[in-house]
Nanobody, 128 residues
Framework: VQLVESGGGSVQAGGSLRLSCAASGSTLDYYAIGWFRQAPGKEREGVSFISSSGGRTDYADSVKGRFTVSRDNAKNTVYLQMNSLKNEDTAVYYC??????????????????????WGQGTLVTVSS
């Protein structure tokens, strides 16, 4: 499966952006999706995770209440709505996928090593 992120850009603090992760080469119906980000000089970190059905989600504490992950399997696309953006949200955002039907287990995939497919990333810059 190939993943392409879009929707990044420059925004002022307090603003919003919606990132998209479009998949090709395979349907995403049975894939868990994770959003990760890497800020300049920092390690990549997990931001948000969603199960293959979309029924379960989780967020890093730093984005809870501000970011919302969703998916439209009919469009083979996953979204990350980012509101109330802060300077510290500046990073390259990556989506990642792994074949993980919910029948395989109840746990969300939250670690980088659990994902085998990655997009190229999209840059989000938040300024004051």
């Amino acid at each position: 499966v190939q993943l392409v992120e879009s929707g990044g850009g420059s925004v002022q603090a307090g603003g919003s952006l919606r990132l998209s992760c479009a998949a090709s080469g395979s349907t995403l119906d049975y894939y868990a999706i994770g959003w990760f980000r890497q800020a300049p000089g920092k390690e990549r970190e997990g931001v948000s995770f969603i199960s293959s059905s979309g029924g379960r989600t989780d967020y890093a504490d730093s984005v809870k209440g501000r970011f919302t992950v969703s998916r439209d399997n009919a469009k083979n696309t996953v979204y990350l709505q980012m509101n109330s953006l802060k300077n510290e949200d500046t990073a390259v955002y990556y989506c990642a996928a792994e074949h993980y039907p919910e029948t395989m287990g109840a746990a969300l995939l939250t670690e980088e090593y659990e994902y085998g497919y990655w997009g190229q990333g999209t840059l989000v810059t938040v300024s004051s």
